[in-house]
């Protein structure tokens, strides 16, 4: 059965190109270690909400953006030591830092049904 990791972060508006450079350079090394696909998406449409939100999730701010991703992989096994491998991968240390604060991001894996 198929599994994807997704992710929900806040990135500032000024750091929209640099998280796209950093997101394309993401999908090879996801790939190269058994992702089927990667997927990056900039909020256009994403409203506050009262109760709960994605923009209050991360803690969304004014001048920032809510971006929504997932990896879809094989299956969890795959997911597991994909995701591993590629955060020990060396291209990952070569990335430097990301365009976003990594403590307001939030993420799970899950089963496709």
């Avoid at 508006?13 to 058994?34: Q, S, T, W």
């Avoid at 409203?47 to 701010?61: E, I």
């Avoid at 365009?99 to 894996?109: H, K, N, T, Y």
């Amino acid at each position: 059965m198929s599994y994807v990791n997704g992710m929900v972060v806040a990135v500032p508006n000024a750091n929209k190109e640099a998280y796209i450079r950093m997101a394309r350079a993401m999908v090879p090394l996801f790939e190269k270690h058994g992702a089927l696909e990667v997927v990056d998406c900039w909020g256009v449409d994403v409203p506050p909400g009262k109760v709960t939100s994605f923009p209050m999730a991360v803690q969304c701010k004014e001048d920032e953006a809510v971006v929504f991703s997932w990896i879809t992989w094989p299956d969890k096994a795959t997911a597991d030591s994909g995701m591993e491998a590629a955060m020990s991968d060396p291209a990952m240390g070569e990335m430097g830092d990301f365009p976003f604060d990594g403590a307001r991001m939030i993420f799970g894996g899950f089963e496709r049904i």
